[in-house]
Antibody, heavy 118, light 106 residues
Framework: QVQLVQSGAEVKKPGASVKVSCKAS????????ISWVRQAPGQGLEWMGW????????NYAQKLQGRVTMTTDTSTSTAYMELRSLRSDDTAVYYC???????????WGQGTLVTVSS | DIQLTQSPSFLSASVGDRVTITCRAS??????LAWYQQKPGKAPKLLIY???TLQSGVPSRFSGSGSGTEFTLTISSLQPEDFATYYC????????FGGGTKVEIK
């Protein structure tokens, strides 16, 4: 069965970086993309970007351009999302999701809480 | 950037009611739209993709329609497990979400 398992919760200081991992299993990793979505406390869903696990092509939300980097390691079927220069408003649950070639996200990780606080 | 506007942002309904949620895109996006359900503390769940295709395993009381700039998600007979927040997402280039519609028990 398809599973996406994310790394554990993180607490970071403003200005630091965080790297969240998402290990996929149960399907051919390189046949799909991985999207990253975050949700601040009590707020809606925010799309952060997408990476092709086939060729590493990326598409980032304009708001995060320059601060976010998404990568994959096909040898371990793991996707990574690094966010730099963290601010308090980056505090959120971060989700990875498998992206079908048609774009929709059909399987999701369990979420990783990232707290940014001095 | 294409913006998605969902309405209403909140609705109160009873079990058995027919519920319709609207998602409007600021530009035409053909049928590049998906709908998700999210319950508190849980990851979103895919309900509908390509505007009207029901995801495998999703009950048939959920349906989606529309193309271009106006889309709807309909729940034909609301069940207790359907009380949740619903989001649309456009899949044309960037993939923003709508603001969400919270469905609560009347």
């Amino acid at each position: 069965q398809v599973q996406l398992v994310q790394s554990g919760a993180e607490v970071k200081k403003p200005g630091a970086s965080v790297k969240v991992s998402c290990k996929a299993s149960g399907y051919t990793f390189t046949s799909y993309g991985i999207s990253w979505v975050r949700q601040a406390p009590g707020q809606g869903l925010e799309w952060m970007g997408w990476i092709s696990a086939y060729n590493g092509n990326t598409n980032y939300a304009q708001k995060l351009q320059g601060r976010v980097t998404m990568t994959t390691d096909t040898s371990t079927s793991t996707a990574y999302m690094e966010l730099r220069s963290l601010r308090s408003d980056d505090t959120a649950v971060y989700y990875c999701a498998r992206s079908d070639p048609r774009g929709h996200n059909d399987y999701w990780g369990q979420g990783t809480l990232v707290t940014v606080s001095s | 950037d294409i913006q998605l506007t969902q309405s209403p942002s909140f609705l109160s309904a009873s079990v058995g009611d027919r519920v319709t949620i609207t998602c409007r895109a600021s530009q035409g996006i053909s049928s590049y739209l998906a709908w998700y359900q999210q319950k508190p503390g849980k990851a979103p769940k895919l309900l509908i993709y390509a505007a009207s295709t029901l995801q495998s395993g999703v009950p048939s009381r959920f349906s989606g329609s529309g193309s271009g700039t106006e889309f709807t998600l309909t729940i034909s007979s609301l069940q207790p497990e359907d009380f949740a927040t619903y989001y649309c997402q456009q899949l044309n280039s960037y993939h923003p979400f709508g603001g969400g519609t919270k469905v609560e028990i009347k």
